[in-house]
Protein backbone atom coordinates (compact mmCIF):
# COMPACT_ATOMS: atom_id res chain seq x y z
CA UNK A 1 0.00 0.00 0.00
CA UNK A 2 1.47 3.49 -0.98
CA UNK A 3 1.85 5.59 2.02
CA UNK A 4 1.62 9.53 1.61
CA UNK A 5 4.83 11.03 2.11
CA UNK A 6 5.72 12.71 5.46
CA UNK A 7 6.21 16.35 5.03
CA UNK A 8 7.19 17.33 9.23
CA UNK A 9 8.82 15.08 11.42
CA UNK A 10 9.53 17.57 15.40
CA UNK A 11 12.09 14.67 17.33
CA UNK A 12 12.31 14.99 20.91
CA UNK A 13 12.01 18.94 20.69
CA UNK A 14 12.53 21.05 23.97
CA UNK A 15 12.55 24.44 24.40
CA UNK A 16 13.57 25.75 27.93
CA UNK A 17 13.01 29.70 29.21
CA UNK A 18 15.71 30.01 31.56
CA UNK A 19 13.74 27.49 34.68
CA UNK A 20 10.60 27.03 32.59
CA UNK A 21 10.33 24.25 30.20
CA UNK A 22 7.65 25.18 27.16
CA UNK A 23 8.41 22.21 25.28
CA UNK A 24 9.86 18.99 26.60
CA UNK A 25 11.17 16.59 24.60
CA UNK A 26 7.77 16.80 22.16
CA UNK A 27 7.61 14.62 19.36
CA UNK A 28 5.24 15.23 16.47
CA UNK A 29 4.59 14.58 12.85
CA UNK A 30 2.47 15.05 9.45
CA UNK A 31 1.68 13.65 6.45
CA UNK A 32 1.47 15.54 3.01
CA UNK A 33 -2.03 16.67 2.68
CA UNK A 34 -3.10 16.12 6.30
CA UNK A 35 -4.94 18.52 8.15
CA UNK A 36 -4.40 18.46 12.23
CA UNK A 37 -5.74 20.15 15.12
CA UNK A 38 -3.65 20.91 18.43
CA UNK A 39 -5.61 21.34 21.38
CA UNK A 40 -4.36 21.97 24.83
CA UNK A 41 -5.16 23.92 27.82
CA UNK A 42 -3.27 27.80 27.74
CA UNK A 43 0.85 27.63 28.45
CA UNK A 44 0.92 23.74 27.78
CA UNK A 45 3.22 25.44 24.37
CA UNK A 46 1.07 25.42 21.43
CA UNK A 47 2.03 29.01 20.24
CA UNK A 48 6.02 28.08 21.49
CA UNK A 49 5.70 24.98 18.82
CA UNK A 50 4.58 27.59 16.58
CA UNK A 51 7.62 29.87 17.20
CA UNK A 52 9.83 26.57 16.88
CA UNK A 53 8.70 25.78 13.15
CA UNK A 54 8.91 28.75 12.05
CA UNK A 55 12.27 29.82 13.27
CA UNK A 56 10.85 32.32 15.79
CA UNK A 57 13.03 31.05 18.43
CA UNK A 58 15.57 28.15 18.30
CA UNK A 59 14.65 25.12 19.94
CA UNK A 60 17.18 24.57 23.14
CA UNK A 61 17.58 20.72 22.02
CA UNK A 62 15.93 18.34 19.12
CA UNK A 63 15.28 18.78 15.51
CA UNK A 64 12.59 19.91 13.35
CA UNK A 65 12.48 18.87 9.35
CA UNK A 66 10.96 19.65 6.81
CA UNK A 67 10.28 18.20 3.78
CA UNK A 68 13.26 16.04 4.21
CA UNK A 69 15.43 18.85 5.19
CA UNK A 70 16.68 20.33 8.67
CA UNK A 71 15.07 23.63 9.79
CA UNK A 72 15.84 24.21 13.30
CA UNK A 73 17.83 26.91 13.49
CA UNK A 74 16.99 28.44 10.26
CA UNK A 75 15.76 32.23 10.07
CA UNK A 76 12.10 32.92 9.97
CA UNK A 77 12.29 34.17 6.65
CA UNK A 78 14.18 31.15 5.28
CA UNK A 79 11.84 28.50 7.03
CA UNK A 80 9.17 30.79 5.20
CA UNK A 81 10.74 30.36 1.43
CA UNK A 82 10.98 27.03 2.36
CA UNK A 83 7.31 26.38 2.24
CA UNK A 84 6.07 26.89 5.98
CA UNK A 85 3.65 29.64 6.41
CA UNK A 86 2.32 30.81 9.53
CA UNK A 87 -0.50 33.01 11.08
CA UNK A 88 -0.37 34.95 13.76
CA UNK A 89 -3.32 34.88 16.60
CA UNK A 90 -4.13 38.57 16.04
CA UNK A 91 -4.44 38.86 11.71
CA UNK A 92 -1.27 40.07 10.54
CA UNK A 93 -2.69 41.36 7.87
CA UNK A 94 -1.81 45.04 6.76
CA UNK A 95 -4.58 47.68 7.78
CA UNK A 96 -3.72 50.72 5.82
CA UNK A 97 -2.72 48.54 2.28
CA UNK A 98 -5.82 47.45 -0.03
CA UNK A 99 -6.57 43.49 -0.24
CA UNK A 100 -4.63 43.21 -3.71
CA UNK A 101 -1.58 44.54 -2.05
CA UNK A 102 -1.95 42.37 1.07
CA UNK A 103 -2.27 39.70 -1.48
CA UNK A 104 0.87 41.46 -3.93
CA UNK A 105 3.36 40.96 -0.88
CA UNK A 106 3.83 37.88 -0.40
CA UNK A 107 3.77 36.94 -3.81
CA UNK A 108 7.05 39.54 -4.27
CA UNK A 109 8.75 38.27 -1.03
CA UNK A 110 8.22 34.51 -3.32
CA UNK A 111 10.49 36.17 -5.92
CA UNK A 112 13.25 33.76 -5.10
CA UNK A 113 15.77 35.40 -7.79
CA UNK A 114 14.75 39.02 -8.45
CA UNK A 115 16.90 41.23 -10.83
CA UNK A 116 16.66 44.81 -10.12
CA UNK A 117 14.25 45.39 -13.18
CA UNK A 118 11.61 43.50 -11.26
CA UNK A 119 12.77 44.55 -7.74
CA UNK A 120 11.94 48.13 -9.17
CA UNK A 121 8.44 47.51 -10.59
CA UNK A 122 5.27 46.73 -9.18
CA UNK A 123 3.56 44.40 -11.70
CA UNK A 124 1.28 42.13 -9.42
CA UNK A 125 -0.02 38.60 -10.63
CA UNK A 126 -3.07 40.05 -11.18
CA UNK A 127 -4.39 36.47 -12.00
CA UNK A 128 -3.24 34.87 -8.96
CA UNK A 129 -4.30 37.50 -7.06
CA UNK A 130 -8.20 37.15 -8.35
CA UNK A 131 -7.71 33.41 -8.21
CA UNK A 132 -6.58 34.16 -4.23
CA UNK A 133 -9.12 36.48 -3.85
CA UNK A 134 -12.05 34.38 -5.28
CA UNK A 135 -10.90 31.39 -3.32
CA UNK A 136 -11.92 33.09 -0.13
CA UNK A 137 -14.58 34.92 -1.28
CA UNK A 138 -13.33 38.64 -1.41
CA UNK A 139 -13.10 39.07 -5.32
CA UNK A 140 -15.53 42.35 -5.24
CA UNK A 141 -13.22 44.28 -1.78
CA UNK A 142 -9.65 43.67 -3.95
CA UNK A 143 -9.19 47.57 -3.67
CA UNK A 144 -10.99 47.80 0.06
CA UNK A 145 -8.13 48.95 3.09
CA UNK A 146 -7.41 45.84 5.03
CA UNK A 147 -8.78 48.05 7.85
CA UNK A 148 -12.38 48.12 6.59
CA UNK A 149 -12.99 44.33 6.16
CA UNK A 150 -14.50 42.53 8.86
CA UNK A 151 -12.98 40.37 11.31
CA UNK A 152 -13.93 37.19 9.34
CA UNK A 153 -12.74 38.68 6.05
CA UNK A 154 -9.63 39.92 8.24
CA UNK A 155 -8.61 36.54 9.24
CA UNK A 156 -9.80 35.08 5.39
CA UNK A 157 -7.49 37.53 3.73
CA UNK A 158 -4.62 36.66 6.07
CA UNK A 159 -4.66 32.84 4.46
CA UNK A 160 -4.78 33.98 1.36
CA UNK A 161 -1.42 35.74 2.31
CA UNK A 162 -0.13 32.78 3.16
CA UNK A 163 -1.54 30.62 0.48
CA UNK A 164 0.14 33.31 -2.09
CA UNK A 165 3.89 32.40 -0.92
CA UNK A 166 3.29 28.89 -2.23
CA UNK A 167 3.58 27.45 1.01
CA UNK A 168 3.23 23.72 1.55
CA UNK A 169 2.65 23.98 5.10
CA UNK A 170 0.10 26.30 6.83
CA UNK A 171 0.35 26.89 10.31
CA UNK A 172 -2.84 28.35 11.71
CA UNK A 173 -2.88 29.97 15.44
CA UNK A 174 -6.42 30.29 16.37
CA UNK A 175 -7.71 31.64 13.24
CA UNK A 176 -11.29 31.84 14.88
CA UNK A 177 -10.68 34.04 17.46
CA UNK A 178 -13.19 37.19 18.13
CA UNK A 179 -15.23 35.42 15.70
CA UNK A 180 -19.28 34.73 15.41
CA UNK A 181 -20.55 31.13 15.05
CA UNK A 182 -21.37 31.81 11.53
CA UNK A 183 -18.10 33.24 10.94
CA UNK A 184 -16.23 30.28 12.26
CA UNK A 185 -18.15 27.81 10.21
CA UNK A 186 -17.05 29.56 7.30
CA UNK A 187 -13.31 29.71 8.51
CA UNK A 188 -13.92 26.02 8.81
CA UNK A 189 -15.08 25.20 5.65
CA UNK A 190 -12.26 27.74 3.60
CA UNK A 191 -9.47 25.30 6.04
CA UNK A 192 -10.92 22.26 4.75
CA UNK A 193 -10.80 22.90 1.00
CA UNK A 194 -6.84 24.12 1.71
CA UNK A 195 -6.41 20.44 2.01
CA UNK A 196 -9.30 18.89 0.07
CA UNK A 197 -9.32 21.28 -2.78
CA UNK A 198 -5.61 22.26 -3.10
CA UNK A 199 -3.56 19.70 -1.48
CA UNK A 200 -2.06 21.96 1.69
CA UNK A 201 -0.70 20.34 4.72
CA UNK A 202 -2.63 22.58 7.59
CA UNK A 203 -2.16 22.34 11.30
CA UNK A 204 -4.07 24.47 13.29
CA UNK A 205 -4.00 24.98 17.29
CA UNK A 206 -7.42 25.94 18.48
CA UNK A 207 -9.77 26.22 21.81
CA UNK A 208 -13.20 26.14 20.41
CA UNK A 209 -14.40 22.39 20.37
CA UNK A 210 -16.86 23.39 18.39
CA UNK A 211 -14.87 24.22 15.40
CA UNK A 212 -12.58 21.66 16.12
CA UNK A 213 -15.54 19.23 15.35
CA UNK A 214 -16.32 21.01 12.64
CA UNK A 215 -12.95 20.59 10.97
CA UNK A 216 -13.53 16.50 11.75
CA UNK A 217 -9.72 15.75 11.28
CA UNK A 218 -7.20 14.18 13.35
CA UNK A 219 -6.47 16.33 16.93
CA UNK A 220 -3.12 16.25 19.14
CA UNK A 221 -3.43 17.18 22.20
CA UNK A 222 -0.63 18.43 23.92
CA UNK A 223 -0.10 19.43 28.25
CA UNK A 224 2.95 20.74 29.66
CA UNK A 225 4.81 20.65 26.62
CA UNK A 226 4.37 17.35 25.25
CA UNK A 227 1.68 15.35 23.38
CA UNK A 228 -0.45 13.60 25.98
CA UNK A 229 -3.07 12.54 23.25
CA UNK A 230 -3.83 11.61 19.67
CA UNK A 231 -6.96 10.80 17.76
CA UNK A 232 -10.24 11.29 16.74
CA UNK A 233 -12.52 14.59 18.13
CA UNK A 234 -14.37 11.31 19.43
CA UNK A 235 -11.36 10.04 20.89
CA UNK A 236 -9.67 12.44 22.74
CA UNK A 237 -12.74 13.75 24.19
CA UNK A 238 -13.10 10.74 25.84
CA UNK A 239 -9.42 10.32 26.99
CA UNK A 240 -9.16 10.39 30.57
CA UNK A 241 -5.88 11.88 30.57
CA UNK A 242 -7.59 14.92 28.10
CA UNK A 243 -10.14 15.12 30.92
CA UNK A 244 -7.86 14.76 33.84
CA UNK A 245 -5.41 17.97 31.93
CA UNK A 246 -8.93 19.92 31.37
CA UNK A 247 -10.64 19.59 34.47
CA UNK A 248 -8.39 17.93 37.26
CA UNK A 249 -8.32 14.74 38.85
CA UNK A 250 -11.19 13.98 41.38
CA UNK A 251 -10.02 14.54 45.10
CA UNK B 1 10.23 91.98 -3.15
CA UNK B 2 13.83 90.37 -4.31
CA UNK B 3 14.78 90.45 -0.68
CA UNK B 4 12.01 88.21 -0.01
CA UNK B 5 12.56 85.89 -3.26
CA UNK B 6 16.03 84.98 -2.17
CA UNK B 7 15.26 84.47 1.07
CA UNK B 8 12.22 82.06 0.03
CA UNK B 9 14.68 80.41 -2.37
CA UNK B 10 17.58 80.00 0.01
CA UNK B 11 14.98 78.54 2.56
CA UNK B 12 13.81 76.44 -0.16
CA UNK B 13 17.45 74.97 -0.79
CA UNK B 14 17.90 74.38 3.02
CA UNK B 15 14.79 72.76 3.25
CA UNK B 16 15.16 70.08 0.67
CA UNK B 17 18.80 69.18 1.45
CA UNK B 18 17.83 68.79 5.14
CA UNK B 19 14.83 66.51 3.50
CA UNK B 20 17.46 64.02 2.35
CA UNK B 21 19.22 64.15 5.94
CA UNK B 22 15.81 63.69 7.58
CA UNK B 23 14.77 60.83 5.17
CA UNK B 24 17.07 59.07 6.09
CA UNK B 25 16.94 59.55 9.95
CA UNK B 26 13.17 58.46 9.46
CA UNK B 27 13.34 55.63 7.26
CA UNK B 28 16.08 53.85 9.44
CA UNK B 29 14.12 54.60 12.28
CA UNK B 30 11.03 53.41 10.86
CA UNK B 31 13.04 50.22 9.35
CA UNK B 32 14.65 49.19 12.99
CA UNK B 33 13.99 51.45 15.43
CA UNK B 34 17.81 52.76 15.22
CA UNK B 35 17.90 56.55 16.16
CA UNK B 36 20.95 56.97 14.73
CA UNK B 37 23.18 59.55 16.31
CA UNK B 38 25.72 58.82 13.73
CA UNK B 39 24.06 60.19 10.99
CA UNK B 40 25.45 63.22 10.92
CA UNK B 41 28.83 62.02 10.91
CA UNK B 42 27.56 60.10 7.53
CA UNK B 43 26.82 63.93 6.24
CA UNK B 44 30.52 64.60 7.18
CA UNK B 45 31.50 61.52 5.04
CA UNK B 46 29.90 62.78 1.96
CA UNK B 47 31.42 65.74 1.98
CA UNK B 48 34.96 64.65 3.19
CA UNK B 49 34.66 62.15 0.53
CA UNK B 50 34.13 64.56 -2.09
CA UNK B 51 37.26 66.48 -0.45
CA UNK B 52 39.48 63.63 -1.41
CA UNK B 53 37.95 62.86 -4.94
CA UNK B 54 38.46 66.10 -6.15
CA UNK B 55 42.33 66.10 -4.63
CA UNK B 56 42.48 62.72 -7.08
CA UNK B 57 41.77 65.20 -9.83
CA UNK B 58 38.19 63.64 -10.47
CA UNK B 59 35.34 65.69 -11.74
CA UNK B 60 32.65 67.22 -9.52
CA UNK B 61 30.40 65.03 -10.25
CA UNK B 62 32.07 62.09 -10.38
CA UNK B 63 32.92 62.89 -6.57
CA UNK B 64 29.53 63.47 -5.72
CA UNK B 65 28.64 59.98 -7.02
CA UNK B 66 31.74 58.40 -5.44
CA UNK B 67 30.33 60.07 -1.92
CA UNK B 68 27.00 58.35 -2.24
CA UNK B 69 28.35 55.22 -2.78
CA UNK B 70 31.27 55.36 -0.41
CA UNK B 71 28.94 56.63 2.36
CA UNK B 72 26.21 54.01 1.00
CA UNK B 73 28.71 51.22 1.55
CA UNK B 74 29.88 52.61 4.82
CA UNK B 75 26.49 52.28 5.93
CA UNK B 76 26.48 48.78 5.16
CA UNK B 77 29.95 48.28 6.82
CA UNK B 78 28.14 49.95 10.09
CA UNK B 79 25.03 47.83 10.07
CA UNK B 80 26.98 44.57 9.66
CA UNK B 81 28.89 45.12 12.59
CA UNK B 82 27.60 47.45 15.19
CA UNK B 83 23.87 47.57 14.79
CA UNK B 84 22.64 44.74 14.25
CA UNK B 85 24.29 43.29 17.68
CA UNK B 86 21.92 46.32 19.17
CA UNK B 87 18.64 46.02 17.57
CA UNK B 88 16.16 45.59 19.99
CA UNK B 89 18.01 47.56 22.70
CA UNK B 90 17.66 51.58 21.51
CA UNK B 91 19.70 53.21 24.83
CA UNK B 92 22.11 51.15 23.68
CA UNK B 93 21.93 51.65 19.84
CA UNK B 94 22.02 55.59 20.79
CA UNK B 95 25.00 54.82 23.07
CA UNK B 96 26.92 52.80 19.68
CA UNK B 97 26.21 55.10 17.32
CA UNK B 98 27.09 58.37 19.56
CA UNK B 99 30.61 56.27 19.57
CA UNK B 100 30.11 55.82 15.75
CA UNK B 101 30.30 59.50 15.75
CA UNK B 102 33.13 60.34 17.71
CA UNK B 103 35.22 57.50 15.79
CA UNK B 104 34.42 58.67 12.38
CA UNK B 105 34.90 62.58 13.34
CA UNK B 106 38.41 61.71 14.86
CA UNK B 107 39.48 59.51 12.11
CA UNK B 108 38.30 62.37 9.43
CA UNK B 109 40.43 64.56 12.17
CA UNK B 110 42.95 62.12 11.42
CA UNK B 111 43.58 62.10 7.80
CA UNK B 112 42.11 65.48 7.04
CA UNK B 113 43.57 67.59 9.84
CA UNK B 114 41.17 69.84 11.74
CA UNK B 115 41.53 72.62 9.79
CA UNK B 116 38.27 73.96 7.72
CA UNK B 117 38.75 73.07 3.69
CA UNK B 118 37.32 75.41 0.93
CA UNK B 119 36.03 73.72 -2.21
CA UNK B 120 35.31 75.24 -5.52
CA UNK B 121 32.05 76.06 -6.98
CA UNK B 122 31.34 74.14 -9.84
CA UNK B 123 28.97 76.25 -11.20
CA UNK B 124 29.84 79.90 -9.97
CA UNK B 125 27.61 81.23 -12.52
CA UNK B 126 24.04 83.09 -11.17
CA UNK B 127 20.52 82.50 -13.28
CA UNK B 128 17.73 84.44 -13.16
CA UNK B 129 14.87 83.67 -11.19
CA UNK B 130 11.52 85.49 -11.91
CA UNK B 131 13.75 88.44 -12.51
CA UNK B 132 16.38 88.01 -9.77
CA UNK B 133 20.09 86.79 -10.08
CA UNK B 134 20.44 83.31 -7.91
CA UNK B 135 23.64 81.41 -7.85
CA UNK B 136 23.30 78.55 -10.55
CA UNK B 137 24.71 76.08 -8.03
CA UNK B 138 21.94 76.47 -5.54
CA UNK B 139 19.21 75.72 -7.73
CA UNK B 140 21.15 72.52 -8.70
CA UNK B 141 20.80 71.68 -5.15
CA UNK B 142 17.39 71.81 -5.50
CA UNK B 143 17.05 69.74 -8.62
CA UNK B 144 19.32 66.73 -7.13
CA UNK B 145 17.56 67.07 -3.34
CA UNK B 146 14.05 66.98 -4.84
CA UNK B 147 15.03 64.41 -7.70
CA UNK B 148 16.17 62.01 -4.94
CA UNK B 149 13.32 62.74 -2.08
CA UNK B 150 10.71 62.07 -4.71
CA UNK B 151 12.66 58.82 -6.08
CA UNK B 152 12.61 57.40 -2.35
CA UNK B 153 8.83 58.23 -2.46
CA UNK B 154 8.86 56.49 -5.79
CA UNK B 155 10.67 53.58 -4.89
CA UNK B 156 8.90 53.12 -1.01
CA UNK B 157 5.55 53.53 -2.28
CA UNK B 158 5.33 52.20 -6.08
CA UNK B 159 8.13 49.33 -6.84
CA UNK B 160 7.99 45.93 -4.87
CA UNK B 161 11.14 46.23 -3.17
CA UNK B 162 9.07 49.26 -1.56
CA UNK B 163 6.55 47.37 -0.93
CA UNK B 164 8.51 44.78 1.33
CA UNK B 165 10.15 47.39 3.25
CA UNK B 166 6.83 49.07 3.94
CA UNK B 167 6.15 45.43 5.15
CA UNK B 168 8.81 45.45 7.67
CA UNK B 169 8.36 48.61 9.23
CA UNK B 170 4.53 47.97 9.40
CA UNK B 171 4.51 44.22 10.94
CA UNK B 172 8.29 43.06 10.65
CA UNK B 173 7.15 39.42 12.44
CA UNK B 174 4.33 38.87 9.83
CA UNK B 175 6.58 40.10 6.86
CA UNK B 176 9.08 37.26 7.79
CA UNK B 177 6.70 34.90 7.89
CA UNK B 178 5.58 35.46 4.47
CA UNK B 179 8.84 35.34 3.38
CA UNK B 180 10.12 39.06 3.21
CA UNK B 181 14.03 38.84 3.45
CA UNK B 182 14.04 41.23 6.80
CA UNK B 183 17.95 41.06 7.05
CA UNK B 184 18.11 42.30 3.50
CA UNK B 185 15.76 44.89 4.00
CA UNK B 186 17.61 46.00 6.77
CA UNK B 187 20.60 45.95 5.40
CA UNK B 188 19.80 47.97 2.27
CA UNK B 189 17.88 50.38 3.69
CA UNK B 190 20.13 51.58 6.61
CA UNK B 191 22.66 51.53 3.35
CA UNK B 192 20.52 53.53 1.57
CA UNK B 193 19.92 56.01 4.85
CA UNK B 194 23.53 56.76 4.67
CA UNK B 195 23.74 57.10 1.30
CA UNK B 196 21.21 60.05 1.17
CA UNK B 197 23.69 62.09 4.13
CA UNK B 198 26.54 60.90 2.24
CA UNK B 199 25.08 62.96 -1.31
CA UNK B 200 23.52 65.79 0.77
CA UNK B 201 26.99 66.02 2.44
CA UNK B 202 28.89 66.01 -0.99
CA UNK B 203 26.69 68.51 -2.85
CA UNK B 204 26.36 71.12 0.25
CA UNK B 205 30.27 70.78 0.28
CA UNK B 206 31.14 73.87 -1.92
CA UNK B 207 28.96 76.00 -0.41
CA UNK B 208 29.46 75.86 3.18
CA UNK B 209 33.42 75.21 4.91
CA UNK B 210 33.86 71.93 5.19
CA UNK B 211 34.94 70.82 8.83
CA UNK B 212 35.06 68.04 11.08
CA UNK B 213 32.13 69.64 13.19
CA UNK B 214 29.75 70.20 9.59
CA UNK B 215 27.94 67.01 10.64
CA UNK B 216 26.41 68.03 13.87
CA UNK B 217 25.18 71.59 11.69
CA UNK B 218 22.78 69.31 9.96
CA UNK B 219 22.00 66.46 12.52
CA UNK B 220 20.45 68.59 14.90
CA UNK B 221 17.76 70.66 12.65
CA UNK B 222 17.34 66.55 11.27
CA UNK B 223 16.03 65.69 14.42
CA UNK B 224 14.07 68.60 15.17
CA UNK B 225 12.50 67.79 11.86
CA UNK B 226 11.80 64.31 12.53
CA UNK B 227 10.04 64.76 15.59
CA UNK B 228 8.43 67.71 14.83
CA UNK B 229 6.74 65.89 11.47
CA UNK B 230 6.23 62.69 13.50
CA UNK B 231 8.65 59.35 13.68
CA UNK B 232 8.02 56.69 11.06
CA UNK B 233 6.65 59.27 8.16
CA UNK B 234 7.97 60.37 5.22
CA UNK B 235 5.07 62.95 5.21
CA UNK B 236 6.33 64.15 8.39
CA UNK B 237 9.67 64.40 6.88
CA UNK B 238 8.73 66.80 4.52
CA UNK B 239 6.39 68.48 7.15
CA UNK B 240 9.67 68.97 9.36
CA UNK B 241 12.41 69.98 7.32
CA UNK B 242 9.83 72.08 5.83
CA UNK B 243 8.81 73.84 9.11
CA UNK B 244 12.64 73.94 10.76
CA UNK B 245 14.69 74.18 7.71
CA UNK B 246 12.10 77.20 6.41
CA UNK B 247 12.17 78.70 9.89
CA UNK B 248 16.00 78.43 10.44
CA UNK B 249 16.54 80.21 6.81
CA UNK B 250 13.81 83.00 7.18
CA UNK B 251 15.02 83.86 10.85
CA UNK B 252 18.74 84.14 10.04
CA UNK B 253 18.22 86.43 7.49
CA UNK B 254 16.42 88.53 9.50
CA UNK B 255 18.02 88.15 12.87
CA UNK B 256 21.41 87.08 14.92
CA UNK B 257 22.48 83.59 14.31
CA UNK B 258 21.77 82.07 17.61
CA UNK B 259 18.31 84.57 17.87
CA UNK B 260 17.32 82.34 15.22
CA UNK B 261 18.33 79.19 16.25
CA UNK B 262 16.49 79.99 19.88
CA UNK B 263 13.26 80.79 18.21
CA UNK B 264 13.84 77.68 16.03
CA UNK B 265 13.96 75.54 19.20
CA UNK B 266 10.95 77.39 20.31
CA UNK B 267 9.08 76.62 17.37
CA UNK B 268 9.71 73.05 17.82
CA UNK B 269 9.25 72.90 21.73
CA UNK B 270 5.58 74.64 20.88
CA UNK B 271 4.93 71.99 18.42
CA UNK B 272 6.16 68.76 20.01
CA UNK B 273 4.18 70.27 23.12
CA UNK B 274 0.79 70.48 20.81
CA UNK B 275 1.48 67.43 18.76
CA UNK B 276 3.41 64.59 20.59
CA UNK B 277 3.52 62.14 18.01
CA UNK B 278 4.23 65.34 15.06
CA UNK B 279 2.48 67.05 13.36
CA UNK B 280 1.64 64.06 10.01
CA UNK B 281 0.45 62.50 13.37
CA UNK B 282 -2.31 64.64 13.78
CA UNK B 283 -3.37 66.32 17.41
CA UNK B 284 -3.29 64.51 21.01
Not at chain 2, 157 to 173: C, D, E, K, P, Y
Amino acid sequence: METTPQILEVKEVTMRFGGIVALDGLNLSLRAGELRCILGPNGCGKTTLFNVLTGALRPTSGTVSFQGAMISGKSPAAIARLGISRKFQVPGIYPELSVIENIALPLAAANRHPGVWSLLRQRPDRARIAELMGFAGLSQKGHVTAAELSHGEKQKLEVMMLLATDADLLLLDEPTAGMSKGETSAIAALIRKLTSELGKTVLVIEHDMNFVRELDCPVTVMARGTVIADGSYDEVRHDPRVIECYLGRAA
Amino acid sequence: MELVLTIGLDALSFVLTLLLVTLGLVIVYGMMNVINMAHGELFLLGAYTLVAAQSAGLPFWAGVLLAMLVVGLAGLLIEELVIRHVYGRPIDTILATWGLSIAIKQLIIIVFGPAAISLTNPLPGSVSVLGIDYPAYRLVIMAVSAFLAATVYLVLFRTSIGLQIRSVIANRGMAGSLGVNTRLMDRGTFAVGAALAGIAGAVMAPIMSVDPQMGVGFLIPAFLAVLVGGLNSLLGAVIGAGIIGGASTTLSSGMAQATAQICVFVIAIVVIRLFPNGLSKGFR
